[in-house]
């Protein structure tokens, strides 16, 4: 007699976002009676088990001589390639995004085999995939699995969009041709290339300018829908929308600097953080404020000191925070974009790489925030952004009731229901 009972096994990018994102919906799959297996990197080994799910582990390439950090491969790549972050982005088509690819890539060839072991040796009933590049394993085998998009919703090419990775403005088109030729210029042959490995290893080639799999079981992009993109072409009827997908924080965060000023929230991500000068910079100026100033600091937290108008540590609670504070400045990643509407927060972006462009022209676009340049904006700017937003009462009341909308929808267990089903379905089809 079938139990109900299923293993769903998680597969997200080794980097904290997507994890986190992975861990919303798998607390909640645990808590109704299904086995969760996480698939990590071994930088990160023991991090899942200590919030009581099973890990698989694996390599994405050698294993390095000295003990890890979690996503230390990242953190490293991305400190390496800081300086690119300045160049305008069709410049870092070539600069940083064609070695990041190939950098996704190798990891993909290299841990090939250990993930068809890994599938073997777990028998999972879903796979639920959070990466921006394909491993072959999974769409190669008859595992039903489900790809999750937490990134900007621009993955999802359309006509009528900008292009992915610009920061261009939907409603002006000036330089779309111009970014895609070069895009298809740099990019193109390392897709093609990649495209004919993964069908080597049997599963389908890639789509045009993609470097992943649409999933033939279930598809989800996780952004509001106050947020999203207004399409030409109507995603497939696998794909389903999360308006946030916000794991319940179980740690309590009370904010221990008093003063008369709003409290802001300062994250990089835990990548972005690693460029110290800019995190010493924005202490600087922040410094100089009335506002109490709740700063996560990230891996290089011991390389900078905070003024006494701030707290901070190396990680935090995010999801604790936000409730409490009145405005957060950002680097765009998705998770804590779509972390802040979902508690009806304002931004202040500013962006260094991937998709954290278009996340920062997107709440430019709309008015739930405002984009500055990372590394050009002048001091004033800043404190003008961030008084100008706690200033806009109109802004923050309609941001209030965003964010009571997108809590009201329940982002995690709507995704756990489609997972659930998806399982319960491919274990109807299975021959007794």
Not at 105 to 119: F, H, K, P, T
């Amino acid at each position: 007699m079938d139990d109900g009972r299923r293993t769903i096994v998680f597969f997200p990018e080794g980097a904290f976002g997507p994890t986190n994102n992975c861990v919303g919906i798998g607390n909640v799959l645990r808590e109704r009676g299904h086995r969760v297996v996480f698939i990590i990197e071994e930088s990160f080994a023991g991090t899942l088990e200590a919030r009581g799910f099973e890990e698989a582990r694996m390599r994405l390439q050698a294993p390095a001589e000295v003990e890890e950090e979690p996503g230390q491969f990242w953190k490293d790549f991305i400190r390496d390639t800081a300086p690119e972050f300045r160049k305008p982005t069709i410049d870092q088509l070539e600069s940083f995004l064609a070695p990041t690819w190939q950098a996704l890539i190798d990891g993909a060839r290299y841990v090939e085999a250990r993930l068809r072991e890994i599938y073997e040796e777990v028998r999972p009933d879903v796979v639920v995939e959070d990466n921006v590049v394909s491993f072959p394993a999974l769409p190669a085998s008859e595992v039903p699995w489900v790809r999750i998009v937490s990134c900007n919703p621009l993955e999802l090419k359309d006509p009528d969009l900008p292009p992915v990775f610009a920061g261009y403005p939907s409603e002006d088109r000036t330089g779309w041709p111009e970014f895609w030729a070069e895009y298809d210029r740099v990019l193109g042959p390392i897709q093609a290339e990649f495209s004919a490995w993964v069908e080597q290893q049997g599963a389908p080639p890639l789509p045009h300018r993609d470097f992943i799999h649409e999933s033939r079981f279930l598809n989800v992009h996780v952004y509001p829908a106050a947020a999203d993109y207004s399409r030409s072409m109507e995603l497939g009827p696998t794909w389903h929308r999360l308006d946030s997908c916000v794991r319940a924080e179980e740690e309590a965060y009370d904010v221990p600097v008093d003063g008369p000023g709003a409290l802001v929230y300062l994250s990089l991500g835990s990548l972005g953080s690693a460029d110290v000068d800019l995190m010493r910079r924005l202490v600087e100026v922040l410094s100089g404020t009335d506002h109490r100033v709740v700063v996560s600091k990230g891996p290089q937290h011991q390389m900078f000191d905070l003024a006494d108008n701030m707290v901070g540590a190396e990680f935090l609670p995010q999801p604790s925070i936000l409730p409490q504070v009145d405005v957060a400045i950002t680097h765009g990643g998705n998770n804590t974009v779509t972390e802040c509407l979902h508690f009806g927060k304002p931004m202040v972006v500013l962006p260094l790489f991937w998709d954290q462009y278009d996340n920062a022209q997107r709440m430019h676009d709309l008015g739930y925030g405002v984009r500055l340049h990372t590394y050009d904006f002048v001091d004033e700017e800043l404190i003008t952004s961030v008084d100008g937003l706690l200033a806009d009462e109109v802004l923050r009341s309609s941001l209030d009731s965003l964010g009571d909308r997108i809590r009201d929808t329940e982002g995690t267990r709507r995704a756990a229901d489609l997972i659930e089903d998806l399982g319960r379905r491919h274990r109807a089809d299975r021959p007794a």
